[in-house]
Protein backbone atom coordinates (compact mmCIF):
# COMPACT_ATOMS: atom_id res chain seq x y z
CA UNK A 1 0.00 0.00 0.00
CA UNK A 2 1.37 3.52 -1.51
CA UNK A 3 1.15 6.35 1.39
CA UNK A 4 1.06 9.83 -0.57
CA UNK A 5 -0.10 13.12 -1.19
CA UNK A 6 -2.82 12.93 -3.05
CA UNK A 7 -2.62 14.39 -6.69
CA UNK A 8 -5.62 16.93 -7.51
CA UNK A 9 -6.24 14.47 -10.38
CA UNK A 10 -7.78 12.03 -7.85
CA UNK A 11 -9.54 14.76 -5.85
CA UNK A 12 -13.05 13.46 -7.08
CA UNK A 13 -11.66 9.96 -4.87
CA UNK A 14 -11.82 12.20 -1.79
CA UNK A 15 -15.34 12.88 -2.41
CA UNK A 16 -16.51 9.43 -3.55
CA UNK A 17 -14.22 7.66 -0.49
CA UNK A 18 -15.86 10.50 2.29
CA UNK A 19 -19.34 10.08 1.16
CA UNK A 20 -19.14 6.32 1.34
CA UNK A 21 -17.78 6.23 4.76
CA UNK A 22 -20.02 9.29 6.49
CA UNK A 23 -23.21 9.39 7.52
CA UNK A 24 -24.57 11.81 5.16
CA UNK A 25 -23.33 12.79 2.03
CA UNK A 26 -21.96 16.14 0.86
CA UNK A 27 -23.97 18.66 -1.79
CA UNK A 28 -24.15 22.19 -2.33
CA UNK A 29 -21.60 24.82 -0.17
CA UNK A 30 -20.81 21.38 2.47
CA UNK A 31 -19.04 19.64 -0.70
CA UNK A 32 -17.45 23.00 -1.89
CA UNK A 33 -16.52 23.56 1.82
CA UNK A 34 -14.81 19.86 2.08
CA UNK A 35 -13.12 20.70 -1.73
CA UNK A 36 -11.52 23.54 -0.58
CA UNK A 37 -9.95 21.45 2.37
CA UNK A 38 -8.58 19.18 0.18
CA UNK A 39 -7.27 21.74 -1.61
CA UNK A 40 -5.38 23.34 1.28
CA UNK A 41 -4.56 20.94 3.71
CA UNK A 42 -1.90 18.00 3.54
CA UNK A 43 -4.37 15.27 1.99
CA UNK A 44 -3.14 11.67 2.44
CA UNK A 45 -3.93 8.60 0.44
CA UNK A 46 -3.94 5.35 0.34
CA UNK A 47 -2.92 3.75 -2.57
CA UNK A 48 -3.96 0.31 -4.26
CA UNK A 49 -2.45 1.08 -7.81
CA UNK A 50 -4.17 4.14 -8.81
CA UNK A 51 -7.10 3.58 -6.37
CA UNK A 52 -7.69 5.64 -3.07
CA UNK A 53 -8.76 3.43 -0.58
CA UNK A 54 -7.91 5.21 2.36
CA UNK A 55 -7.39 9.27 3.56
CA UNK A 56 -6.47 11.16 5.62
CA UNK A 57 -6.71 15.16 5.83
CA UNK A 58 -4.36 17.38 7.97
CA UNK A 59 -6.26 20.78 8.03
CA UNK A 60 -3.77 23.52 8.59
CA UNK A 61 -4.96 25.03 11.98
CA UNK A 62 -3.42 27.14 14.97
CA UNK A 63 -3.51 26.52 18.62
CA UNK A 64 -3.34 28.57 21.70
CA UNK A 65 -1.61 26.81 24.82
CA UNK A 66 -0.92 29.35 27.97
CA UNK A 67 -1.31 32.27 25.92
CA UNK A 68 1.63 30.74 22.89
CA UNK A 69 0.07 30.05 19.56
CA UNK A 70 1.50 27.21 17.89
CA UNK A 71 0.79 25.85 14.53
CA UNK A 72 -1.51 22.87 14.63
CA UNK A 73 -2.88 19.89 12.47
CA UNK A 74 -6.27 18.99 13.05
CA UNK A 75 -6.39 15.82 11.64
CA UNK A 76 -10.10 14.76 9.98
CA UNK A 77 -12.09 13.19 7.72
CA UNK A 78 -10.10 9.95 8.45
CA UNK A 79 -11.44 6.59 6.84
CA UNK A 80 -10.94 3.47 4.74
CA UNK A 81 -13.37 1.35 2.31
CA UNK A 82 -14.57 -1.45 4.16
CA UNK A 83 -13.18 -4.37 1.93
CA UNK A 84 -9.35 -2.65 3.13
CA UNK A 85 -10.20 -2.74 6.60
CA UNK A 86 -7.75 -4.95 9.27
CA UNK A 87 -4.74 -4.28 6.66
CA UNK A 88 -2.87 -1.67 8.92
CA UNK A 89 -3.81 1.24 6.33
CA UNK A 90 -4.73 4.28 9.06
CA UNK A 91 -1.81 3.03 11.25
CA UNK A 92 0.45 3.80 7.89
CA UNK A 93 -1.82 7.32 6.94
CA UNK A 94 -1.47 7.64 11.08
CA UNK A 95 2.21 7.29 10.87
CA UNK A 96 3.05 9.14 7.84
CA UNK A 97 0.61 12.30 9.34
CA UNK A 98 3.01 12.87 12.43
CA UNK A 99 6.48 12.69 9.69
CA UNK A 100 4.24 15.18 7.80
CA UNK A 101 3.36 17.44 10.61
CA UNK A 102 6.65 17.81 12.57
CA UNK A 103 8.41 18.86 9.03
CA UNK A 104 5.27 21.37 8.37
CA UNK A 105 6.40 22.63 11.48
CA UNK A 106 2.85 21.14 13.30
CA UNK A 107 3.92 21.36 16.47
CA UNK A 108 0.36 20.24 17.94
CA UNK A 109 -2.56 18.42 16.86
CA UNK A 110 -6.27 17.96 17.71
CA UNK A 111 -8.82 15.33 16.64
CA UNK A 112 -12.61 14.07 17.50
CA UNK A 113 -12.03 10.70 17.94
CA UNK A 114 -14.49 7.68 16.49
CA UNK A 115 -12.43 5.89 19.23
CA UNK A 116 -10.30 7.19 22.21
CA UNK A 117 -8.53 4.12 22.63
CA UNK A 118 -7.97 4.37 19.07
CA UNK A 119 -6.31 7.49 18.58
CA UNK A 120 -4.78 7.07 22.13
CA UNK A 121 -3.03 4.34 21.05
CA UNK A 122 -0.93 6.61 18.21
CA UNK A 123 -0.33 9.01 21.52
CA UNK A 124 -3.18 11.56 21.37
CA UNK A 125 -5.04 12.31 24.45
CA UNK A 126 -8.83 13.91 25.46
CA UNK A 127 -8.26 16.95 26.73
CA UNK A 128 -11.62 19.28 27.23
CA UNK A 129 -14.90 18.08 28.54
CA UNK A 130 -17.82 19.52 26.81
CA UNK A 131 -21.15 20.59 28.73
CA UNK A 132 -23.84 20.49 26.27
CA UNK A 133 -26.97 22.39 28.11
CA UNK A 134 -30.72 22.55 27.34
CA UNK A 135 -32.89 25.07 28.66
CA UNK A 136 -36.87 25.01 29.13
CA UNK A 137 -38.51 28.19 28.04
CA UNK A 138 -40.04 27.94 32.30
CA UNK A 139 -35.99 27.83 33.15
CA UNK A 140 -34.82 30.73 31.32
CA UNK A 141 -32.87 33.10 32.98
CA UNK A 142 -33.18 36.80 33.97
CA UNK A 143 -31.53 39.37 34.22
CA UNK A 144 -33.69 42.43 34.74
CA UNK A 145 -34.54 44.75 32.21
CA UNK A 146 -32.38 46.99 31.12
CA UNK A 147 -31.69 48.73 27.74
CA UNK A 148 -28.39 46.96 26.32
CA UNK A 149 -26.27 48.27 23.03
CA UNK A 150 -27.45 45.10 20.31
CA UNK A 151 -26.49 45.14 16.94
CA UNK A 152 -27.39 42.06 14.79
CA UNK A 153 -26.39 40.75 11.10
CA UNK A 154 -26.60 37.16 9.23
CA UNK A 155 -24.30 35.47 6.84
CA UNK A 156 -27.39 35.79 4.75
CA UNK A 157 -27.71 39.73 5.65
CA UNK A 158 -24.65 40.62 6.38
CA UNK A 159 -23.12 43.84 7.89
CA UNK A 160 -19.31 44.14 6.90
CA UNK A 161 -18.32 46.45 9.68
CA UNK A 162 -19.97 44.85 12.61
CA UNK A 163 -18.53 41.31 11.13
CA UNK A 164 -15.12 42.41 10.75
CA UNK A 165 -15.29 43.79 14.81
CA UNK A 166 -17.03 40.57 15.29
CA UNK A 167 -14.03 38.73 13.73
CA UNK A 168 -11.54 40.55 15.35
CA UNK A 169 -12.81 40.40 18.92
CA UNK A 170 -13.19 36.90 18.64
CA UNK A 171 -9.34 36.67 17.57
CA UNK A 172 -8.49 38.42 20.66
CA UNK A 173 -9.99 36.06 22.57
CA UNK A 174 -9.14 32.89 20.99
CA UNK A 175 -5.47 34.48 22.06
CA UNK A 176 -6.47 35.05 25.62
CA UNK A 177 -7.76 31.66 26.10
CA UNK A 178 -6.06 28.86 26.66
CA UNK A 179 -7.15 26.19 23.96
CA UNK A 180 -8.17 28.97 21.75
CA UNK A 181 -8.01 28.57 17.83
CA UNK A 182 -7.97 31.84 15.57
CA UNK A 183 -10.16 32.11 12.66
CA UNK A 184 -8.88 33.25 9.74
CA UNK A 185 -10.88 34.10 6.97
CA UNK A 186 -10.89 30.62 5.52
CA UNK A 187 -12.28 29.59 8.36
CA UNK A 188 -14.93 31.94 9.11
CA UNK A 189 -16.10 30.70 5.42
CA UNK A 190 -16.22 27.51 6.24
CA UNK A 191 -18.72 28.09 8.96
CA UNK A 192 -20.47 29.72 6.57
CA UNK A 193 -21.08 27.31 4.36
CA UNK A 194 -21.51 24.92 6.93
CA UNK A 195 -24.19 27.13 8.85
CA UNK A 196 -25.26 29.55 6.49
CA UNK A 197 -28.65 30.31 8.62
CA UNK A 198 -26.69 31.70 11.30
CA UNK A 199 -27.53 34.77 13.20
CA UNK A 200 -24.88 37.28 14.91
CA UNK A 201 -25.85 39.24 17.88
CA UNK A 202 -22.72 41.79 19.22
CA UNK A 203 -23.09 43.34 22.41
CA UNK A 204 -21.43 47.03 22.68
CA UNK A 205 -20.73 49.07 25.60
CA UNK A 206 -19.59 52.59 25.27
CA UNK A 207 -18.55 52.05 21.36
CA UNK A 208 -16.49 48.73 22.33
CA UNK A 209 -17.63 45.24 21.04
CA UNK A 210 -17.71 43.07 24.67
CA UNK A 211 -19.40 40.06 23.85
CA UNK A 212 -21.46 38.60 20.72
CA UNK A 213 -23.35 35.13 19.98
CA UNK A 214 -23.62 33.46 16.98
CA UNK A 215 -27.02 31.67 16.92
CA UNK A 216 -29.51 29.57 14.63
CA UNK A 217 -33.26 29.75 15.07
CA UNK A 218 -35.32 26.16 14.14
CA UNK A 219 -38.81 24.52 14.82
CA UNK A 220 -38.70 26.48 18.64
CA UNK A 221 -35.06 26.13 19.55
CA UNK A 222 -32.74 28.76 20.17
CA UNK A 223 -29.55 27.09 19.33
CA UNK A 224 -26.16 29.11 20.62
CA UNK A 225 -23.08 28.30 18.44
CA UNK A 226 -20.91 30.99 20.12
CA UNK A 227 -21.31 32.20 23.31
CA UNK A 228 -18.20 34.67 23.58
CA UNK A 229 -18.16 37.58 26.18
CA UNK A 230 -15.37 39.81 27.54
CA UNK A 231 -17.17 40.59 30.90
CA UNK A 232 -20.23 39.30 32.97
CA UNK A 233 -21.87 42.52 32.09
CA UNK A 234 -21.72 41.64 28.28
CA UNK A 235 -23.19 37.84 29.77
CA UNK A 236 -25.85 39.20 31.41
CA UNK A 237 -26.50 41.48 28.56
CA UNK A 238 -26.87 38.40 25.89
CA UNK A 239 -28.95 36.58 28.11
CA UNK A 240 -31.48 39.31 28.29
CA UNK A 241 -30.84 39.43 24.57
CA UNK A 242 -31.89 35.38 23.83
CA UNK A 243 -34.94 35.36 26.67
CA UNK A 244 -36.27 38.30 24.58
CA UNK A 245 -37.18 35.79 22.36
CA UNK A 246 -39.61 34.27 24.44
CA UNK A 247 -42.64 34.48 22.34
CA UNK A 248 -41.13 32.66 19.54
CA UNK A 249 -39.05 29.75 20.73
CA UNK A 250 -39.59 27.00 24.03
CA UNK A 251 -35.87 26.04 24.36
CA UNK A 252 -32.22 27.29 24.26
CA UNK A 253 -29.35 24.86 23.17
CA UNK A 254 -25.75 25.39 23.58
CA UNK A 255 -22.44 24.18 25.04
CA UNK A 256 -19.76 25.13 27.15
CA UNK A 257 -16.87 24.03 29.29
CA UNK A 258 -17.66 21.80 31.96
CA UNK A 259 -14.68 23.44 34.63
CA UNK A 260 -16.96 26.81 34.11
CA UNK A 261 -19.73 26.91 37.10
CA UNK A 262 -22.44 27.30 34.19
CA UNK A 263 -25.37 28.33 35.33
CA UNK A 264 -24.55 28.78 39.00
CA UNK A 265 -26.12 32.42 39.22
CA UNK A 266 -29.53 31.32 37.08
CA UNK A 267 -32.28 31.63 39.08
CA UNK A 268 -33.36 27.81 38.33
CA UNK A 269 -29.92 26.45 37.19
CA UNK A 270 -31.21 22.79 37.70
CA UNK A 271 -31.88 22.44 33.66
CA UNK A 272 -30.83 19.30 31.57
CA UNK A 273 -26.53 19.36 30.73
CA UNK A 274 -24.67 16.37 29.74
CA UNK A 275 -20.79 15.83 29.67
CA UNK A 276 -19.17 15.03 26.27
CA UNK A 277 -15.07 14.37 25.43
CA UNK A 278 -15.04 14.81 21.86
CA UNK A 279 -11.44 16.47 21.18
CA UNK A 280 -8.11 14.93 22.08
CA UNK A 281 -5.05 16.61 21.80
CA UNK A 282 -1.33 15.57 21.09
CA UNK A 283 2.05 16.95 20.76
CA UNK A 284 3.96 16.16 17.92
CA UNK A 285 7.12 17.76 18.46
CA UNK A 286 8.08 17.70 21.71
CA UNK A 287 11.18 19.80 21.90
CA UNK A 288 9.92 22.28 19.86
CA UNK A 289 6.59 22.11 22.03
CA UNK A 290 8.55 22.97 25.20
CA UNK A 291 11.22 25.32 23.95
CA UNK A 292 7.57 27.90 23.07
CA UNK A 293 6.02 26.77 26.21
CA UNK A 294 5.31 29.83 28.78
CA UNK A 295 7.06 28.11 31.79
CA UNK A 296 6.22 30.01 35.38
CA UNK A 297 7.97 29.14 38.32
CA UNK A 298 10.88 27.16 37.78
CA UNK A 299 12.63 26.16 40.99
CA UNK A 300 14.81 23.67 40.38
CA UNK A 301 16.10 22.09 37.05
CA UNK A 302 13.59 19.65 35.85
CA UNK A 303 13.89 16.48 34.14
CA UNK A 304 11.13 14.54 31.69
CA UNK A 305 11.49 11.13 30.12
CA UNK A 306 9.02 11.06 27.11
CA UNK A 307 7.90 7.60 25.47
CA UNK A 308 6.59 7.88 22.23
CA UNK A 309 6.80 4.83 19.34
CA UNK A 310 5.18 6.53 17.05
CA UNK A 311 7.46 9.71 16.65
CA UNK A 312 11.14 8.00 17.79
CA UNK A 313 12.40 11.86 17.32
CA UNK A 314 10.12 12.92 21.12
CA UNK A 315 11.78 9.63 22.72
CA UNK A 316 14.31 12.03 24.65
CA UNK A 317 15.38 13.06 28.14
CA UNK A 318 14.78 16.49 28.45
CA UNK A 319 15.92 18.99 30.97
CA UNK A 320 14.67 22.28 31.52
CA UNK A 321 16.64 24.49 33.77
CA UNK A 322 15.75 27.38 35.99
CA UNK A 323 15.58 30.34 33.07
CA UNK A 324 13.60 27.63 31.20
CA UNK A 325 15.94 26.46 28.78
CA UNK A 326 15.27 23.32 27.50
CA UNK A 327 17.70 20.90 26.04
CA UNK A 328 18.03 17.03 25.37
CA UNK A 329 20.49 15.25 27.45
CA UNK A 330 22.17 11.72 26.76
CA UNK A 331 22.68 10.78 30.20
CA UNK A 332 20.79 7.96 32.32
CA UNK A 333 22.19 9.55 35.23
CA UNK A 334 19.05 10.84 36.77
CA UNK A 335 17.19 8.86 38.92
CA UNK A 336 13.79 7.62 38.25
CA UNK A 337 12.42 9.11 41.34
CA UNK A 338 13.98 13.00 40.21
CA UNK A 339 12.56 12.59 36.60
CA UNK A 340 9.06 12.90 35.34
CA UNK A 341 8.63 9.86 32.70
CA UNK A 342 5.35 9.95 30.87
CA UNK A 343 3.81 8.58 27.64
CA UNK A 344 3.21 11.36 25.18
CA UNK A 345 -0.55 11.12 25.21
CA UNK A 346 -0.44 11.93 29.13
CA UNK A 347 2.51 14.50 28.61
CA UNK A 348 0.35 16.41 26.01
CA UNK A 349 -2.91 16.34 28.57
CA UNK A 350 -0.28 17.56 31.03
CA UNK A 351 1.08 20.59 29.16
CA UNK A 352 -2.01 21.86 27.83
CA UNK A 353 -3.67 21.85 31.29
CA UNK A 354 -6.72 19.56 31.16
CA UNK A 355 -4.60 16.67 34.02
CA UNK A 356 -2.46 17.78 37.03
CA UNK A 357 0.93 16.88 37.32
CA UNK A 358 -0.35 14.07 40.05
CA UNK A 359 -2.96 12.77 37.95
CA UNK A 360 -0.67 12.46 34.88
CA UNK A 361 2.09 10.76 37.43
CA UNK A 362 -0.76 8.52 38.87
CA UNK A 363 -2.11 7.68 35.29
CA UNK A 364 1.29 6.22 34.28
CA UNK A 365 2.20 4.48 36.94
CA UNK A 366 5.05 5.97 36.88
CA UNK A 367 6.55 7.03 40.73
CA UNK A 368 8.13 9.66 41.85
CA UNK A 369 9.41 11.99 44.53
CA UNK A 370 6.44 14.19 45.84
CA UNK A 371 8.60 17.12 45.77
CA UNK A 372 9.29 16.65 41.87
CA UNK A 373 5.73 16.77 41.26
CA UNK A 374 5.33 19.69 43.82
CA UNK A 375 8.08 21.33 41.13
CA UNK A 376 6.44 20.60 38.32
CA UNK A 377 3.50 22.01 39.50
CA UNK A 378 4.72 25.08 40.14
CA UNK A 379 6.07 25.54 36.63
CA UNK A 380 2.98 24.06 35.02
CA UNK A 381 0.47 27.19 33.85
CA UNK A 382 -2.74 25.75 35.60
CA UNK A 383 -5.68 27.22 33.33
CA UNK A 384 -7.89 24.31 31.50
CA UNK A 385 -8.47 24.46 28.02
CA UNK A 386 -11.34 24.88 26.20
CA UNK A 387 -11.18 23.67 22.61
CA UNK A 388 -14.93 24.29 20.50
CA UNK A 389 -13.73 24.30 16.96
CA UNK A 390 -14.59 21.15 15.09
CA UNK A 391 -13.23 19.77 12.06
Known sequence: MDIRIVSPNDYGQIHQLR??????????PRREDFHYWIEHSATLGAYDAKKVVGQLLILPLNMTVHGISYKMGGIGFVATYPEYRQQGIIKKLMTEALQNMRENGQIISVLAPFSVSFYRHFGWELFFEKLYYTIPQSMFPSFGKQLDVVKRMSFEWPDSELFEKIKEFHQAMAIAQNGGMIRDDAWWKRIERRNPDSHFAAYFNEGHLEGYIRYTIQQGTFDIQDFIVANYSAEQAMWRYMTSHAASVSSMKGVTSNHRPFGFYFEEPQFKKEVKQDVMVRVVDAHAFMKQYPWKDIQETLYVC?????????EQIYQINKSGHVSIIETNSISDMHMLTLPINLFSAMMVGYLSVKDAVIYANQPIEE????????????EKPAFYEYF
Not at 19 to 27: A, E, L, S
Not at 306 to 314: A, L, Q, S
Open 19 to 28: DYCFPNKYTG
Open 371 to 382: KIIQQWQWALPT
Open 306 to 314: IEDKYCPWN
